[in-house]
């Protein structure tokens, strides 16, 4: 029986820094969000219980619904580049050729910088006035008046490409990894049976890469529906909210920046706008989780 | 020989068969033109911010050339000195050292009771870890973070953000399990037997046989640290002295003359992505194997 | 491979060893400073009796005056006999964010920068005290007649005094204009859009065009340019209708159809959209700008941030048809510096905020061109200042203060944003204006209801004699 008390106070003592940390830090601000959703809280004075009402002006709330279209076509441009490009990166890097070595640390080097920095610094050379992009592009004689590109019609492309920047290194190294994990007597023997290189490719590499690619997507579009600290740097979700992602909607509500439309700190309203955010990547999550289970069974 | 065919694909498919010789060749040339084209876009903007932060203020501000024309490393004493680069690097370097070390305390701990042991609520602890890392309510939480470290009396240091860093040590805590699993519980129990206690054991037996994966998982901690952005913003808004390098860096934007010191600007990029840099071509094995592992296992 | 991760272990030790030699140091700091909070609130009346300087916190978002405000807040230091310390923190873009998370976590500052924009808000949330029973006779004679209700005095109590307004005009390169064949400023809209495509034909192949501001931040952008042309054309500049007390942005759709045709006559600098005041202030400097409207802060700002070579001048805004039918608002008049309601020394506060209202500094703050004084007796003393292209900016017949106008948070997007969206991408003007009137109109009589904003309105209200008689 002492050794059993003993056992579970070595437990305790072991987890419990953990289970505290967990519970103030991470659970604690969910409850709260869970209440406040439910105020009209502006921050100060004391918070007032109005029901649905968040809610109700969150159906109507054009602002919140054009971010969450805004950050379809965000997640959606930086999916459609990135997976493609870091899947081919990953399927030339995994032949042992020259160098690889070398590029692969080239290529993963973005996912070691600070998003906000590198923002900071993709903000000046995108410029449309002096920035370096510009300069080069018209060196190159590529263009011959310079690009507006954080005007309101590239400023989605240029925060997708900075975002795309900062995520091919990343998942061209998990695909890579799934490559790795292909047993390599199946490309012997189908080698042997005269499939070529295309065959191989769509009848060996992409069904056996499969369940690393599910997981790779899974994180990836995780991943791009969160991403606004870039966006909050560039163009602070403008010109006119063309880049106004749907976490970057949300903090402004609660950190009101000099620009864009949230003009006043809205904590119950922000808390309604958390809760729905987070509804809203779970369920594409989800969908996206159930759907590749179905191709699964299928293939 | 079979992955060098395999990797022509993107090139010289089809042709392959008719001419081999050549069409081997053009494969080859447009793959390493696919390639090295990737290679300077990833670089561009990295060696824009290193010639940017050799410029002069005015060159900067013109556009101009690519390269500076003479260059001007005075700008990274200014940064360090003027811009307040010292301060930032030092709360830059407190915040991730400490941030690190508790997360793999905290974590470390955790998962070393949650590999070895049962007890009631395994499975709910767990959970709740893992959906700590899928659920994403964005920046509501830095609220009610905020206002504990106030109940605290945290909120004047620096002790809040990195308290807060060490809380989300759900992905050190699962990267942990896996390097627990590669140690055998044979050890544990030795040393059990030799009349060594739990506590003991853990600290002075495991945790030394656990240094790879400290290492590695504690990379990505500091990683994570060092590069964050939102949470110092919003902790250390009224009190500047608080700030980090990211913070400092992108609030320099706003400065009284921030418009003519865009190269004071890049250098102080350069100084904030020097360390990460440097722990990158020292540890470039580990950070890949670990990125790569976390989807195998 | 054991032996490399040993090595980088010892290298992470190592460094964490160094930082946290010195994070002691952070972290003193940060413990000294949480207990000079509580020691400000628990023994504050004691602290003059020990000796112990009283702390003084003041925040502000100026940044043009910061040199010549912290001479005067050392001398301050230095020479007041009351062992009152103050410390100055100049904030940034963040600053009303930071004003809030201070005072919801007991930092609050003792002494506030106070603005037209931000005072209302912060008398709302009970961040700031009356300062009425400080206010001696010879005060109430001096700043008297610029006691104006919404702006500085709130509910019959007064929370800030008056130092000096910011003028507005349009800001032009002479240069450019000369090369352009044009001779003088526009006085109407339509001139300004025709200057701004003729300057744009002439210097496009450098990079030059005729019209900037910095839209990055609309609100920002129209505030100092749309609220100018609207008031000198008999107009109030943030679409607030005077006389029936309800907003009503069809003047204002007016002036915004201007600025789209310039826009769409592509006499607007690429990427004005991303811009921020100080890299426009940069781009003007270096010629590649035409004109924009601005605040007199900015003869201080080509004097000492972005010296410059071009001959640039300051010029009364247009007006929608030429005729001057009102006066241009001088704005950021009324307030200053205020007192927190949670500063433990407000005593010692007061005192600090006397001796930066005294004659002197008001006068040399004038003089220095930081701000155009409006209180009568500084006015009578002061010389003027002596800055290059101040001369455009000082108040003449066509200037005066105007009544607040209500500060409401609407719902959907402001003014601002629903404006820029038309200039950049067009739609039903008719549609945008009556959209706005509505959701105003409607965020103002919640306000009202609330008891959070009075609105009387006054059907005899004049343009040209805005404060009446």
């Known amino acids: 029986m002492h050794f059993k008390w003993k056992r579970l106070g070595e437990n305790a003592l072991f987890l419990s820094p953990s289970i505290i940390l967990t519970a103030a830090l991470g659970i604690y601000p969910l409850l709260w969000m869970l209440r406040y959703m439910f105020y009209d809280y502006a921050g100060y004075g004391d918070p007032l219980f109005v029901g649905l009402d968040n809610f109700r002006l969150l159906m109507r709330d054009g602002l919140f619904w054009e971010s969450v279209g805004n950050t379809f076509i965000y997640a959606g441009g930086k999916l459609l580049l990135t997976l493609p490009l870091s899947l081919l990166l990953a399927v030339i890097l995994n032949s042992k050729l020259r160098g690889g070595n070398l590029l692969r640390g080239i290529y993963f080097m973005p996912t070691i910088i600070s998003t906000a920095v590198i923002s900071v610094v993709f903000y000046n050379i995108f410029n449309s006035y002096n920035g370096m992009v510009n300069t080069v592009l018209m060196k190159l004689h590529l263009i011959s008046q310079p690009i507006d590109w954080l005007g309101p019609k590239y400023a989605m492309l240029t925060v997708i490409i900075v975002a795309v920047w900062g995520a091919v290194g990343n998942y061209m190294l998990l695909f890579l990894a799934g490559l790795q994990s292909i047993p390599q007597d199946l490309y012997e023997s189908a080698a042997i049976d005269g499939a070529n290189a295309a065959r191989r490719f769509w009848s060996i590499t992409l069904p056996m890469l499969a369940p690393v690619a599910q997981m790779v997507i899974m994180l990836a579009i995780i991943a791009s529906l969160k991403g606004y600290e870039s966006i909050m740097l560039i163009t602070e979700g403008g010109p006119i909210g063309k880049t106004e992602v749907m976490y970057l909607y949300l903090y402004k509500l609660l950190f009101p920046v000099s620009t864009g439309s949230p003009v006043e700190q809205q904590l119950g309203y922000g808390s309604a706008v958390g809760f729905a955010t987070a509804v809203i990547v779970g369920a594409i999550t989800g969908l996206y989780f159930l759907l590749s289970r179905k191709m699964n069974k299928l293939y | ?297 | 491979m054991r032996k490399k991760w040993s090595s980088l272990v010892l290298c992470l030790l190592l460094i964490a060893a160094i930082a946290a030699g010195c994070s002691g140091n952070g972290n003193n700091n940060g413990n000294g400073a949480a207990a000079n909070g509580n020691s400000e609130g628990s023994t504050a009346t004691s602290s003059t009796e020990t000796g112990t300087p009283v702390q003084l916190k003041y925040w502000t978002d100026d940044r043009h005056d910061q040199e010549y405000i912290k001479e005067l807040i050392n001398k301050f230091n230095e020479t007041n006999e009351d062992n009152i310390q103050v410390e100055l923190t100049v904030m940034s873009e963040n600053y009303t964010q930071s004003v809030d998370i201070a005072f919801s976590s007991n930092q609050a500052p003792d002494v506030l920068r106070l603005k037209s924009a931000n005072t209302a808000g912060f008398v709302k949330k009970g961040y700031l005290a009356p300062i009425d029973e400080y206010l001696t006779d010879d005060l109430k004679a001096k700043f008297g007649n610029l006691l104006i209700d919404d702006v500085n005095r709130f509910e019959g109590k007064v929370y800030s005094l008056a130092n000096t307004g910011l003028t507005l005009r349009l800001v032009y390169n002479k240069d450019l204009f000369a090369k352009a064949g044009i001779e003088n400023p526009p006085v109407s809209l339509q001139e300004m859009v025709d200057a701004a495509k003729q300057i744009t034909e002439v210097g496009k192949a450098e990079g030059i065009y005729g019209f900037a501001l910095n839209f990055k931040n609309p609100k920002q952008a129209f505030d100092r340019s749309i609220r100018e042309i609207l008031s000198l054309s008999g107009y109030q500049g943030l679409g607030f209708d005077l006389k029936t007390g309800q907003f009503d942005f069809a003047p204002y759709s007016q002036v915004v159809e201007y600025f789209k045709q310039m826009y769409n006559d592509g006499s607007i600098l690429p990427g004005a959209e991303a811009l921020d005041i100080d890299p426009l202030r940069a781009q003007f400097a270096a010629g590649k700008i035409g004109m924009y409207l601005s605040f007199s802060t900015e003869p201080g700002v080509y004097q000492d941030q972005f010296p410059t070579e071009i001959n640039w001048g300051g010029a009364l805004a247009p007006t929608l048809d030429g005729q001057i039918k009102g006066t241009s608002e001088i704005v950021s008049a009324g307030t200053w510096l205020g007192i927190s309601a949670q500063s433990a020394n407000k005593e010692a506060a007061w005192k600090f905020m006397q001796y930066m209202y005294g004659d002197e500094v008001l006068k040399t703050y004038h003089e220095k061109g930081f701000g155009i004084a409006i209180v009568p007796s500084i006015v009578e003393q002061a010389k003027d200042p002596e800055i290059g292209g101040m001369e455009g900016f000082l108040v003449g017949e066509h200037d005066s203060l105007w009544p607040a106008s209500p500060n409401v948070t609407p719902e959907g997007s402001t003014y601002a944003d629903a404006f820029f969206k038309y200039i950049l991408e067009g739609g039903d003007v008719k549609a945008i204006t009556d959209d706005l009137n509505t959701r105003y109109n409607a965020a103002l009589s919640k306000a009202v209801e609330k008891g959070e904003v009075t609105v009387t309105p006054n059907p005899a209200f004049d343009p040209a004699k805005p404060q009446g008689e």
Request: proline share 4%; glycine share 8%; net charge positive.
């Open chain 2, 1 to 297: 020989m079979n992955k060098q065919l395999l990797i022509q694909q993107p090139g010289g498919r089809g042709k392959s068969t008719a001419r081999p010789f050549s069409g081997r060749t053009v494969g080859r040339a447009v793959m390493w033109l696919f390639l090295l084209i990737t290679a300077i876009l990833t670089l561009f903007p990295l060696l824009m911010t290193l010639s940017g932060s050799l410029k002069t203020g005015a060159e900067m501000m013109t556009g101009g050339s690519l390269l500076p024309a003479k260059p001007q490393f005075v700008n990274y004493v200014e940064a360090w000195k003027q811009a307040n680069f010292a301060r930032y690097t030092w709360n830059s370097a407190f915040v991730s050292v400490m941030a690190t070390a508790g997360t793999l305390l905290v974590a470390a701990m955790a998962a070393y009771v949650v590999d070895r042991r049962h007890f009631p609520g395994k499975s709910l602890y767990v959970t709740t870890q893992a959906s700590m890392m899928f659920i994403s309510v964005g920046a509501i939480v830095l609220r009610p973070q905020f206002d504990l470290m106030v109940a605290l009396n945290l909120n004047t240091t620096l002790w809040g953000v990195i308290l807060i860093l060490i809380s989300a040590h759900s992905s050190t805590f699962f990267m942990l399990i896996g390097f627990f699993k590669a140690i055998p519980r044979e050890l544990d129990e030795a040393a059990m037997v030799d009349g060594s206690g739990f506590i003991r054991t853990f600290f002075r037996v495991i945790l030394p046989l656990l240094t790879p994966g400290l290492g590695v998982a504690g990379l990505f901690a500091f990683r994570h640290a060092w590069n964050e952005y939102i949470l110092p913003l919003v902790f250390t808004m009224t009190n500047p002295q608080l700030q980090t390098l990211t913070v400092g860096l992108a609030n320099l934007r706003y400065g009284s003359s921030a418009a003519m010191q865009i190269h004071l600007m890049m250098a102080g990029a350069c100084l904030s992505i020097l360390p990460m840099l440097l722990a990158y071509i020292v540890a470039n094995k580990s950070f890949i194997q670990v990125t790569a592992g976390s989807v195998k296992g």
